[in-house]
């Protein structure tokens, strides 16, 4: 705990054996993270400096690493409750790439981007040796712009951007002073930074600005509102959507965008519920747990969840087994990003 009442921890690998530094930042990943890794690179020495902040109910890091993928899996979001949104500023390093892997969704960032991640969907990252900051905020705190938060997983801030620009450097400005500054001032800074961090997501993503822009949050809110509420229904599509709701077929195109399409955003639901059920069900069928969600057939769902998540929903639930014994048997780490 510093002076002034932030609480204050430091992860440092330097005094470790070079073929343990690799492997300590992984368990220090490891209840959240998945670190992938070869035998190659464990031999090689590897620098993790990570000073983190935690200033009530957000969660700051400073960190440098060497080039290192992370992984968010479905298998690990189904057995955590590690839940936020996280973005990721990036001080240093070039074309760090990035996966949204449930809707196989590839981008490339730099130097001076703002990454932005839903710790409740699936993620990769490429992240080449760099300095970077990250912050972690409750979702609640981005309604006033996204009604679904999740809906920012995966975008990113033009680094050339005077509004990016500005929000680097005032991350910048609060890692590297906090332990000069009182908590109220800090927390009040930081509140400041999510909310012009909000407002440059809905400004990338068309949601903020003007009249136009609010109607058309209006519009992006009742679409996946309806789709939430109807999900179950295995006639639910983007035609029946535009049909029931009355909206262009060309503004719902341009709105779900990002997602992938309005049909990809559907599907994409439907497996994290399917995901989060195979869980919380774990006698439950899995044809049945398909059919829950909206799928038609048990193939297709099969299908699906594999082409998602790399695995099958049978072998989702297996690992779950595995690592829920595993996890019973190890201590408890904290977190780092």
């Known amino acids: 705990m510093l002076e002034n009442g932030i609480a204050y921890s430091r992860f440092d690998v330097a005094g470790l054996p070079p073929e343990r530094q690799l492997l300590a930042y992984c368990e220090q990943l490891g209840h959240v993270i998945e670190v992938a890794t070869s035998r190659e690179q464990v031999r090689q020495p590897f620098i993790c400096i990570n000073d983190r902040y935690d200033i009530g109910e957000f969660r700051m890091s400073d960190t440098y690493t060497d080039q290192v993928v992370i992984e968010r899996t ?199 519920a399917a995901a989060d059920d195979l869980v919380r069900i774990p006698r439950g069928l899995i044809k049945d747990i398909g059919y829950s969600v909206g799928f038609k057939t048990a193939s297709h769902f099969t299908h699906a969840f594999q082409n998602a998540y790399g695995m099958t929903p049978q072998e989702m639930r297996l690992n779950e087994f595995v690592n829920l014994a595993a996890t019973n048997r190890e201590p408890a780490r904290t977190w780092v990003s």
Do not use: W
């Open 74 to 272: 479905i298998a690990r979001i189904s057995r955590d409750n590690a839940r936020g949104i996280g973005f990721t500023i990036f001080l240093g390093g070039e074309a760090h790439s990035t996966m949204t892997l449930a809707r196989k969704r590839e981008s490339t960032v730099c130097a001076g981007s703002v990454l932005a991640t839903d710790l409740d969907q699936p993620v990769r990252v490429l992240r080449q040796a760099c300095r970077y900051i990250t912050l972690v905020v409750p979702p609640n705190l981005l309604r006033q712009v996204f009604s679904d938060p999740g809906a920012i997983h995966g975008r990113a801030l033009d680094p050339s951007k005077p509004g990016t620009r500005l929000i680097v450097k005032r991350a910048r400005t609060l890692v590297e002073n906090f332990r000069y500054i009182p908590f109220e001032d800090a927390h009040r800074r930081l509140a400041d930074l999510v909310q012009l961090i909000a407002a440059a997501f809905g400004e990338e993503a068309g949601l903020s600005g003007n009249k136009r822009a609010v109607s058309r949050a209006l519009m992006f809110e009742s679409v996946r509102s309806y789709v939430r509420a109807n999900l179950q229904e295995c006639e639910l599509s983007p035609q029946s959507i535009i049909e029931s709701l009355g909206l262009p077929r060309s503004t719902i195109y341009r709105m779900f965008e990002h997602e992938g399409g309005l049909g990809a955003y559907i599907q994409h639901l439907r497996l994290r």
